[in-house]
């Protein structure tokens, strides 16, 4: 399968099983388009008009092009979807990363929260140092040969439980050496809480540090406020400076929502930078079509253009040595995900999940609360075995819709909680996503060539 598109100046062609890309001249890649259903006459007469150009050079990019092919770097076939089904069942039960969810409570009130501000739809609760710990024992003892373990400390705001926190890193790090085992933690939050201590704690013991900021305060402060409908922008911004310095700007990320309130959310992008932050995110919002925030068609189109915008504004500063990065732009194109990553998606409900401060087993974070994906708990296990079969079997070949689909290598068949969310099904697909998604990877592709071309 392959797929052709140009973007800010090139003609990019992509090899979807191969996963090799062409950056080629305009005969080149209406060569390309037309070689599976044209002769090489029928090209060679349309290609030599067109660009005039003789005959003899088209027939030499026609013989180039069968080479690539020949090669198995154009047009090669899908050989994977037999495997498809093989490796989560040859992995096992290996569990390699939790997201604790330590407290089920925010001291924000952000309208837009998928989490029901930190509820999660439930009670508001805070795990306890005993449950954590238990969590931590699940994660060793169901992790087998694999040495590095990822733990998300989240909420709900995870600093109104900082003390349990530091006192499960603590017990990881007493242990790590026993079992052969080396944690990773991160935390994400919304700030309100960061203090010398957390910043000194979390420089010593987190890998990455997930900051909360929508960009523009009076986009930020329309969503992320607190219980009396205060704003929180002037408040979080100078310690999100601080931490950030203090980590010398890196092993961070400035997390940010996109929403129908601003689709245009380059100029948020835009105040990220001008704060001195290098290190970001813009992810749109996760709620029901009918809320207010949601974005419309009409956003779309908007989103789709911020995108390109974008990465021509990465590949400018990056020539005038004011490089950033942007979390969905990061891609490898000379290694990138294993084949087994990329047929077999996130791994939640079975390599990753989530846990509740009651200690329940949920696939992920987007999961917790639906009586109908709790798994289990961190004592017994996994007990609903029907429910993370489910998972197990959800790769980008379960998807027939993905069949067809030039990303599906590099997606693997997208997010199972949106799907779920937009279909009913942890196998159906959010087609707006996917919209979304696809254009990324064309622009992220599109810098990589760029930055190639300088």
Same mark, same amino acid.
């Given at each position: 399968?392959?797929?052709?598109?140009?973007?800010?100046?090139?003609? *990019?062609?992509?090899?979807?099983?191969?996963?090799?890309?062409?950056?080629?001249?305009?005969? #080149?890649?209406?060569?390309?388009?037309?070689?599976?259903?044209?002769?090489?006459?029928?090209?060679?007469?349309? *290609?030599?008009?067109?660009?005039?150009?003789?005959?003899?050079?088209?027939?030499?990019?026609?013989?180039?092009?069968?080479?690539?092919?020949?090669?198995?770097?154009?047009? +090669?076939?899908?050989?994977?979807?037999?495997?498809?089904?093989?490796?989560?069942?040859?992995?096992?039960?290996?569990?390699?990363?939790?997201?604790?969810?330590?407290?089920?409570?925010?001291?924000?009130? +952000?309208?837009?929260?998928? @989490?029901?501000?930190?509820?999660?739809?439930?009670?508001? =609760?805070?795990?306890?140092?005993?449950?954590?710990?238990?969590?931590?024992?699940?994660?060793? =003892?169901?992790?087998?040969?694999?040495?590095?373990?990822?733990?998300?400390?989240?909420?709900?705001?995870?600093?109104?439980?900082?003390?349990?926190?530091?006192?499960?890193?603590?017990?990881?790090?007493? *242990?790590?050496?026993?079992?052969?085992?080396?944690?990773?933690?991160?935390?994400?939050?919304?700030?309100?809480?960061?203090?010398?201590?957390?910043?000194?704690?979390?420089?010593?013991?987190?890998?990455?540090?997930?900051?909360?900021?929508?960009?523009?305060?009076?986009?930020?402060?329309?969503?992320?406020?607190?219980?009396?409908?205060?704003?929180?922008?002037?408040?979080?911004?100078?310690?999100?400076?601080?931490?950030?310095?203090?980590?010398?700007?890196?092993?961070?990320?400035?997390?940010?929502?996109?929403?129908?309130?601003?689709?245009?959310?380059?100029?948020?992008?835009?105040?990220?930078?001008?704060?001195?932050?290098?290190?970001?995110?813009?992810?749109?919002?996760?709620?029901?079509?009918?809320?207010?925030?949601?974005?419309?068609?009409?956003?779309?189109?908007?989103?789709?253009?911020?995108?390109?915008?974008?990465?021509?504004?990465?590949?400018?500063?990056?020539? #005038?040595?004011?490089?950033?990065?942007?979390?969905?732009?990061?891609?490898?194109?000379?290694?990138?995900?294993?084949?087994?990553?990329?047929?077999?998606?996130?791994?939640?409900?079975?390599?990753?999940?989530?846990?509740?401060?009651?200690?329940?087993?949920?696939?992920?974070?987007?999961?917790?609360?639906?009586? @109908?994906?709790?798994?289990?708990?961190?004592?017994?296990?996994?007990?609903?075995?029907?429910?993370?079969?489910?998972?197990?079997?959800?790769?980008?070949?379960?998807?027939?819709?993905?069949?067809? +689909?030039?990303?599906?290598?590099?997606?693997?068949?997208? +997010? @199972?909680?949106? #799907?779920?969310? @937009?279909?009913?099904?942890?196998?159906?697909?959010?087609?707006?996503?996917?919209?979304?998604?696809?254009?990324?990877?064309?622009? =992220?592709?599109?810098?990589?060539?760029?930055?190639?071309?300088?």
């Amino acid at each position: 399968m392959v797929h052709q598109y140009k973007l800010n100046g090139y003609n *990019i062609v992509i090899d979807t099983c191969s996963g090799s890309i062409h950056s080629v001249d305009e005969a #080149a890649y209406d060569i390309i388009e037309m070689y599976k259903s044209h002769s090489a006459d029928e090209i060679a007469n349309v *290609i030599s008009e067109k660009y005039s150009i003789s005959k003899e050079e088209v027939f030499e990019c026609i013989e180039d092009v069968k080479s690539l092919e020949d090669m198995g770097k154009l047009y +090669c076939p899908d050989n994977f979807e037999p495997l498809a089904n093989t490796f989560k069942e040859r992995s096992g039960d290996v569990v390699k990363a939790l997201c604790l969810h330590v407290s089920h409570t925010c001291n924000l009130n +952000c309208s837009y929260c998928f @989490a029901s501000q930190g509820k999660y739809h439930g009670d508001r =609760a805070l795990m306890s140092f005993e449950v954590g710990k238990q969590a931590l024992d699940f994660l060793v =003892a169901n992790s087998g040969k694999r040495r590095n373990l990822e733990v998300d400390f989240f909420g709900g705001e995870p600093l109104m439980n900082w003390d349990v926190c530091k006192k499960l890193v603590e017990y990881a790090r007493s *242990i790590e050496k026993e079992h052969n085992k080396n944690f990773r933690f991160t935390l994400t939050t919304n700030g309100v809480l960061i203090d010398d201590d957390v910043i000194e704690f979390s420089n010593k013991e987190m890998s990455n540090v997930v900051l909360s900021l929508d960009g523009r305060k009076e986009i930020h402060d329309r969503f992320r406020v607190d219980f009396a409908g205060n704003g929180s922008f002037d408040k979080i911004v100078p310690k999100f400076q601080k931490f950030v310095q203090s980590r010398n700007n890196k092993n961070y990320y400035m997390r940010g929502t996109f929403t129908h309130a601003n689709p245009d959310f380059m100029k948020d992008i835009d105040t990220m930078l001008d704060l001195g932050f290098t290190e970001l995110s813009m992810e749109p919002v996760v709620c029901s079509p009918n809320d207010p925030s949601a974005l419309t068609k009409e956003d779309k189109e908007i989103v789709m253009d911020q995108y390109e915008i974008l990465a021509k504004k990465m590949i400018k500063r990056k020539k #005038a040595g004011k490089p950033f990065t942007f979390y969905h732009y990061m891609i490898d194109l000379n290694g990138g995900p294993c084949i087994y990553k990329r047929i077999s998606g996130c791994g939640s409900g079975t390599e990753y999940m989530a846990v509740t401060p009651w200690g329940d087993l949920y696939p992920c974070h987007q999961f917790v609360g639906d009586d @109908a994906f709790k798994l289990g708990d961190v004592w017994k296990g996994v007990t609903n075995k029907d429910a993370q079969n489910e998972f197990r079997s959800c790769n980008v070949y379960s998807r027939p819709e993905c069949a067809d +689909c030039w990303a599906k290598l590099w997606c693997s068949g997208g +997010c @199972a909680a949106n #799907a779920y969310h @937009a279909t009913g099904s942890v196998k159906g697909i959010y087609e707006d996503g996917c919209d979304l998604f696809k254009k990324r990877m064309e622009c =992220a592709i599109m810098i990589k060539i760029a930055e190639l071309d300088n």
